[in-house]
Each structure stands twice: as structure tokens, then as C-alpha cells.
């Protein structure tokens, strides 16, 4: 015998918990519910008319119409800035209020509570919904763009961000307190040592997300190449939405590569 299988053996052996189990069987059923409740079956994708549309797309869409790149390319840009400045005002906004709601920063709990709460409610509401609201507001356009990133960043970075915070070393904190330094003092030099390699991560975190939901905001109306993206469908030129999708793709794999490359760094 190996000391691979006398290891195994010396393994602990779990038995099945019973409340396991049980919620095991109610995510069965609720999948059956719902399956039966909204008729979303999978044999209606695989029906011979839907399936064979399906294809028909993708096929077409499998032919990029390259000649349409060079409308593609100013739009793209647009979604980029978009996120970028979504990405940068949320997070300013973010970063401010993360101390207000650190209970370990400020010790008022009828403060922290109230400013936590509110903070919940901006929380809740999904960027889909954000992007049509200021599209409501300050009409078709990329800064109703902006200005929903902003909201959803500011939500996504101030949770990540005033958790780190409240998670930090207390001891300078209290060394600095005891030789009567003030509050921002207490902030410059004994919890941004600690927490700011954190909002850098969450920042570039969030600048991700935010690149994604760019193109599904302009979709709506919020700018972007999400606009041109919509315009294709609905006038059956697949060819061309799929070469605005392998843009896409390949645009935010780089991105995505370079932030996560970035943010492992950073932990190092």
C-alpha cells in the first residue's frame, strides 16, 4: 500500500447530514415547480421550427461582416469611457462613504444603520433598471450610461470596501488615539496603510463588471455599442451582429485579463 491510499484512509469520513438531504430535495422540487409553473421546458429550444431558426442565427451570425468594423470602432471607444468614468466616479463616491459606514470609524450606530440602509436600497436595484431610469431622465445618450455605472459601482465597491475596513489591525488606530491625533489623521495614517491595495482590487473589480454591462446598457438606449447591437437584430442583419459580438468578446477578455492580472499583483 501506498502512502497516497494510507493517507486516503486516514481521511475523516462525513456522514450525510440530514438537513443536507433535505435541502438537497427542496432545490429538486422547486426546479420541477418552476419548470412546470413558467413552461419553460427544454423541448421547446429543441422543437424542430425553434431549434432550426436558432441555427439559421448562428450560422449567419458565424459569417462577420468585417466591412462594418469601421462603424463599430467609435462606439466601442464611447462604451469604454463609459465604463471607465463609471467605474472612477462610483468609486470616489464609494471610497468616502465606505468611512461613514465603518462602525470601527465611527461609532454612532444610529449614523452608520441609517447610512447602511440606504446604502442596501441603492444595492437592490439591478443596472438594467438603473440605465432605463436615467434614460428616462436625461434621455438617449451615454451619460445616462455613466451615471447608472456610477450608482452600480458605487454599490458593488462601498459593500467589498467598508467590510475591508472594518476588518482591519485596531492597533494603530489606538496608538494614534491615545496620542490625540484626529480623526482624519487616524484615517491617513493608521487605516489607509491597510485597506488601499483592497479598494485598488475592488476598484479594478468592479471596472469588469462595469465593461460587460456597458454593451447590455446601450442595448437599452444608455449609449454605447449596445445601441448598435440592438439596431442589428432588429433589422435581421446577424452577419453584422456577430462581428459587434467577437469585438466584444475579444475586447473584454483583454480587459479582463489585464485587471485580473493586476489585482493578483496587487495581493502579492
Not at 438537497?24 to 422540487?29: D, M, N, S
Not at 431558426?53 to 462604451?79: G, N, R
Not at 465611527?106 to 436595484?125: D, E, H, P, S, Y
Request: hydrophobic fraction near 55%; aromatic fraction near 12%; charged fraction near 10%.
Amino acid at each position: 500500500m501506498n502512502n497516497n491510499q494510507h493517507q486516503l484512509k486516514q481521511l475523516p469520513k462525513k456522514e450525510l447530514k440530514w438537513s443536507t438531504l433535505i435541502w438537497l430535495i427542496v432545490l429538486i422540487a422547486g426546479l420541477f415547480i418552476s419548470i412546470n409553473v413558467t413552461n419553460a421546458h427544454i423541448s421547446v429550444l429543441l422543437a424542430p421550427d425553434n431549434f432550426g431558426q436558432f441555427m439559421d442565427v448562428l450560422i449567419q451570425m458565424c459569417k462577420p461582416d468585417w466591412s462594418y468594423a469601421h462603424v463599430i470602432w467609435p462606439y466601442l471607444i464611447e462604451t469604454i469611457k463609459m465604463a471607465i468614468l463609471g467605474t472612477v466616479i462610483g468609486s470616489i463616491i464609494a471610497f468616502i462613504y465606505s468611512f461613514l459606514i465603518a462602525r470601527n470609524i465611527v461609532k454612532n450606530k444610529a449614523v452608520t444603520g441609517v447610512l447602511r440602509f440606504i446604502m442596501n436600497i441603492i444595492r437592490t436595484i439591478p443596472d438594467l433598471l438603473l440605465g432605463a431610469l436615467f434614460v428616462a431622465v436625461v434621455g438617449i445618450g451615454p451619460v445616462a450610461g455613466v451615471l447608472a455605472l456610477s450608482v452600480f459601482t458605487f454599490g458593488v465597491v462601498v459593500k467589498l470596501f467598508y467590510e475591508a475596513i472594518e476588518t482591519i489591525d485596531y492597533g494603530p488606530i489606538e496608538a494614534l488615539t491615545a496620542s490625540g491625533a484626529s480623526k482624519l489623521q487616524i484615517i491617513h495614517f493608521a487605516v489607509l496603510p491597510q485597506v488601499m491595495t483592497y479598494f485598488v482590487s475592488y476598484v479594478l473589480y468592479a471596472f469588469e463588471i462595469n465593461v460587460r454591462a456597458s454593451t447590455i446598457l446601450g442595448y437599452i438606449g444608455a449609449g454605447g455599442i449596445g445601441l448598435y447591437l440592438q439596431q442589428t437584430l432588429q433589422l435581421f442583419q446577424y452577419n453584422r451582429t456577430g462581428t459587434i459580438l467577437i469585438v466584444i468578446i475579444v475586447v473584454v477578455v483583454i480587459i479582463d485579463y489585464i485587471s485580473s492580472a493586476s489585482r493578483e499583483a496587487l495581493t502579492k
